[in-house]
């Protein structure tokens, strides 16, 4: 297997976390530390890849970081959609996240365009899902997590003007 292959290997082995992440809310609902351990599984994958890609070189404009961010984006819309389905995150939520995705593409003109401020609000949207299942776990109000996915939409539609607004100017 080449270097691509492998970099771009873990990074669509989320999707298959982001599955068994879905899967295990549906059938394991009471079982979090198992959802837990699948998600942490896809947080390695995603930090190894891009160890990876770096270690050995690979040019993040080519459609390697196109994989990684897609498979972000699934693994954050399935877990996101399993949260959903058992009430412990809101539906408008995953529309935020989908809007979001298509203003990074649409936003990005050559490669895949990065800025500091979208990608801390990706991280979050990355980090919610595992944040939720160990609220669930300790038993921390679902209220708190309708603030966690106000803050991250707020957070989130200021990053895309701010991103709007630099691409104007340019």
């Known amino acids: 297997m080449n270097k691509r292959h492998l970099v771009d290997s873990l990074s669509l082995s989320r999707i298959i976390f982001g599955i068994l992440f879905a899967c295990s809310v549906f059938y394991l609902n009471g079982n979090l530390i198992i959802i837990f351990v699948i998600y942490l599984f896809a947080v390695l994958s995603d930090v190894l890849d891009g160890k990876l890609a ?45 809007l ?36 669930n776990f300790f038993k921390i109000s679902i209220i708190i997590n309708l ?12 990053s895309s003007g701010l991103r709007i607004i630099h691409k104007r100017r340019n």
């Not at 490669?111 to 160990?134: C, S």
């Not at 603030?147 to 200021?158: E, Q």
């Open 147 to 158: 603030m966690l996915c106000i803050f991250i939409t707020v957070c989130a539609i200021i």
């Open 54 to 98: 770096r270690r050995y070189k690979i040019d993040n404009k080519n459609n390697g970081a196109k994989v990684d961010v897609l498979s972000d984006f699934a693994f954050i819309m399935l877990s996101s959609f399993a949260l959903c389905y058992v009430n412990l995150l809101p539906f408008w939520f995953l529309i935020i996240i989908t």
């Open 100 to 135: 979001k995705l298509m203003e990074f593409f649409k936003t990005s003109s050559e490669g895949l365009e990065y800025e500091k401020f979208g990608t801390l609000v990706a991280l979050m949207f990355y980090a919610l899902p595992g944040i939720i299942v160990l609220f």
